[in-house]
């Protein structure tokens, strides 16, 4: 099969990928509905695939590598683009060599090509996103407490970025000595760009008029402040984009507020971490907008499931599903039927069903191994 117009433009070499046949040969078995392609980002050395694809059955859970690339030191977030053919990775090191990169997906081979690489200017970006115009990849970079805008050319390569300097602190001494960004993301209606500060107990907030360029003018970001102590960490929007959802990190809890006008008002928070673990990391609702699933880590490892009031958007904690340890990030199908889990300490993604009445998740049994993986995709 031809690789398109852009693979063409990328450099280096793709890399063949084994089992393509295999994974072929058993989509044929399956609907095309139910086959996913899976991507996922790790902790991982330059020299091994820090990034591996996975054929996916989100009826089954089953999982079946097709692929990976090497190259990038930690590659533990990513983003794909909408139409599949580009992916962001962030490569989580130190402040001289934390990087975003551009990579080109060919879904007809199976086949990821490392095309572009800049550095990001902060230290271990642990996040990244695309603006709603695509003009802009932004990072946020846990250390430093720094947010990048890499402008994107045509062909989706990466210009040297705008950078925003933060600081602040927050009552913990060892976890909020200075601003720590962990999430970066937009408001519903377009307006905003908005991080999470875990270091300052703070959601910042860019006003998206007046343009990525000038993002490194912190007089213009306003924020809403959460709790003392908190540490949020990322967030998630209901459909109707009156409700956001945050994890906080240190507290373990899930905040919900709601958003009018530009502006952020807490309306509830309900323990996530009942076990005082200080390790909260991901949030997501699922398809259906019924269930809210957060993930906690280092004591009691699992998922805090909750449902949530069609009417007014707060929350009830209704079950806890146990996972493998250090359960960082996780995705649930387009068809809300299973959940992938990527549980770094046990090298590891764990697939979960779920009950779609009830919420609740049962392990499977299926899943993949992989070395420290922290982010799943699925498409």
Known sequence: ?????????????????????????????????????MIVGSYAPAQEEGIR?????QRTGQMDSIGGVKGIENPSFLIVTDDHKRIYAVGENGSHNSTAHLIAYDGDNHTLTVCDTQRVEGAAPCHVALTPDSTHLLTANYHGGRGSALSRGKDGR???????????SGPDSTRQEQAHLHYIYFSPDGRYLMAND??????RMFPLEKGCEALSDTAVWTQATL?????????????????????????GDVVVMGYADGKLSQLQ???????????????????????????????ADGIAIFNVDEATGLITRIGYQPTGPHPRNFAISPNGRVV???????????VYSRNEQTGLLTPTGEGAEMKRPVVVKMW
């Open 53 to 57: 694809l996975f054929a996916f059955n």
């Open 1 to 37: 099969m031809k690789r398109n117009a852009f693979l063409a433009l990328c450099m280096g070499a793709s890399l063949a990928m084994p089992g393509i046949t295999s994974c072929k040969q058993q989509a044929a078995e399956n609907t095309g509905e139910d086959m996913l392609t």
């Open 158 to 168: 990466l210009e040297p970025p705008t950078v925003a300097q933060f600081s602040g």
């Open 269 to 299: 928070s309900i323990q996530a971490d009942t076990a005082g673990a200080r390790g909260s990391a991901d949030i997501h609702l699922s398809p259906d907008g019924r269930h809210l699933y957060a993930s906690n880590r280092l004591q």
């Open 198 to 203: 875990l270091g300052s107990d703070c959601i």
């Open 227 to 251: 709790e003392p102590g908190s540490g949020p960490r990322h967030a998630t929007w209901n459909k109707t984009g009156n409700r956001l959802y945050v994890i906080d990190e240190l507290k």
């Open 340 to 350: 992938g889990v990527a549980c770094r300490d046990n090298h590891r993604i764990e």
